[in-house]
């Protein structure tokens, strides 16, 4: 849905408002804006070796933000990273007392596709990525969310060596991250809004119906551009099971004519023989083009001896003129224990705004239980109209 701001001509100049709460409401829409997004990036290289802090972890200086209390947030970062086999890399999140939540990382090899190494873990503990590493500025990418408890405070990136060696581990200049905010300033998920009652307008003035428009529409608006969903315990299948059925957590609502991006990430355990399928159930679509297109990446991540499996990297594109398209991950030795799943992708809503909601079964079907586990969580980001 797009606002257009209201033209000069269409109040009158002589008004207080022309220039008092119509300057004052847009300052605060640039304002909230601000408060609800966060971006930062190192401006200088950061290196750590034994002879310094090695091992010991280690506040970045410059990849950090302040959360205000109750707050949650997701974050990407992007972090270009030097190391060697011996020292490798570990990270943590840490928030104010009472932050929680969690995070998963991959190392990007030579094409988008190729998860090198990997680590998850809750906010509050180290992440050691593994296996071992021998990298120059190689983009890890993190994936988090966090929910802040009743301290204000900064969240926290802190990074070191995994074994302390006199060799270099750098965090490099240009590493970045992104933050969005989920809920709204005070903490809690915005749900109903009030309208400015005309009464509260001089009912003479030419201005009543924009002004209103802009104080009631243009927040919402605002506050509806990200969408978050995680699981607070596992859901379960029990096999043989092929067939379909609605996460009860990961869903969201979208109106007519949006487009959305988005990524999933889901933590899996399933037997070795039962892969795993998965599609999104979207309310509608335009007819005519191609408007669904996903990019998955799976990967073993073996618990509890958190061992990395190198044989189940892949990749798997689709898209579609008229529905979402099922996509299967067949069974296989690596499909069995702990993995962990990503899917990226973006669709766009036909006439018919409604419930996007993640699908997911056994990939071909085994006895024994598929779990889909707490913390596996997605987020969506509104682009644009279609």
Do not use: C
């Amino acid at each position: 849905m797009a606002y257009a701001d209201v033209p000069d001509s269409d109040i009158d100049p002589k008004s207080p408002l022309k220039t008092g709460v119509l300057g004052q409401l847009r300052d605060n829409i640039v304002g909230l804006y601000e408060e609800m997004r966060a971006f930062k990036y190192k401006l200088i290289d950061e290196t750590v070796n034994s002879a310094g802090t090695g091992s010991t972890l280690q506040n970045d200086s410059h990849l950090l933000f302040q959360m205000e209390p109750n707050q949650e947030w997701v974050i990407v970062y992007d972090l270009y990273l030097s190391t060697n086999t011996t020292a490798d890399f570990k990270y943590q999140l840490t928030g104010p007392a009472g932050a929680s939540g969690y995070s998963m990382a991959y190392l990007l090899e030579d094409s988008v596709i190729d998860r090198a190494a990997f680590g998850e873990g809750a906010v509050g503990a180290a992440v050691n990525i593994q296996p071992a590493m021998n990298v120059t500025r190689q983009p890890l990418r993190i994936y988090a969310f966090v929910r802040n408890g009743g301290n204000v405070g900064n969240l926290l990136l802190q990074w070191a060596q995994r074994v302390a060696d006199p060799g270099d581990t750098t965090v490099a200049e240009g590493s970045h991250l992104q933050a969005w905010l989920t809920t709204d300033l005070a903490g809690t998920v915005p749900t109903t809004y009030t309208a400015v009652s005309d009464a509260e307008i001089d009912p003479d003035s030419d201005i009543v119906e924009n002004l209103t428009t802009l104080i009631r529409d243009n927040p919402v608006h605002l506050a509806h551009e990200v969408a978050f969903a995680y699981k607070a315990t596992f859901e379960r299948v029990v096999g043989p099971d092929t067939t379909l059925q609605d996460d009860d957590d990961l869903t969201f609502t979208v109106e007519a004519g949006e487009r959305w991006r988005y990524w999933v990430v889901l933590r899996i355990s399933s037997p070795a023989a039962a892969g795993f399928r998965w599609q999104w159930s979207v309310p509608s679509i335009p007819s005519g083009t191609d408007v669904y297109l996903a990019e998955q990446y799976w990967q073993s991540w073996w618990e509890p001896t958190n061992a990395w499996d190198a044989l189940t990297g892949a990749q798997a594109n689709t898209s579609a003129p008229s529905t979402p398209t099922e996509i299967v991950v067949t069974a296989s030795s690596a499909t069995t224990g702990t993995w962990t799943f990503w899917v990226d992708g973006w669709f766009d809503v036909g006439a018919t705004g409604g419930s996007v909601t993640l699908q997911w079964a056994q990939g071909t079907g085994a006895a024994g239980n598929t779990d889909v586990l707490a913390n596996s969580f997605l987020f969506a980001q509104r682009m644009d109209q279609v």
